[in-house]
């Protein structure tokens, strides 16, 4: 008990909280089309995050090509999805390659589609 009282002590008396640097600037937001992307590849396309990251990709003009065990698991997402939610995600500028990402052979298919 004394030692968490005497770091609590010294924790409250280091100025570690305080900051005297420099503000950091940032630039605009980097997004895949001013870093002029064509195609972003989603290992696991069709897991929570990932489909997110699909349809996130895919609403914003991007071209995905997604590797996952089973590509009819893939659906539009309740994050962002709305009303569509849970229906099957398909757009043209979808390529769903089914595979597992420890297989160096289907990792390798998405580099070449």
């Not at 996952?68 to 229906?87: E, H």
């Amino acid at each position: 008990m004394k030692a968490a009282a005497l770091f609590l002590t010294s924790l409250a008396s280091v100025s570690a909280f305080s900051f005297t640097g420099k503000s950091v600037s940032h630039a605009a937001p980097v997004t895949s089309s001013s870093l002029c992307m064509k195609t972003i590849a989603v290992f696991g396309a069709s897991g929570l995050t990932s489909s997110e990251c699909v349809f996130q990709a895919l609403k914003n003009g991007d071209s995905v090509i997604g590797l996952t065990r089973n590509p009819s698991n893939l659906v539009i997402p309740a994050g962002s999805g709305g009303d569509k939610a849970g229906q099957a995600l398909s757009d043209a500028k979808l390529t769903m390659i089914q595979g597992d990402v420890t297989n160096p052979s289907d990792v390798a298919k998405v580099f070449e589609t």
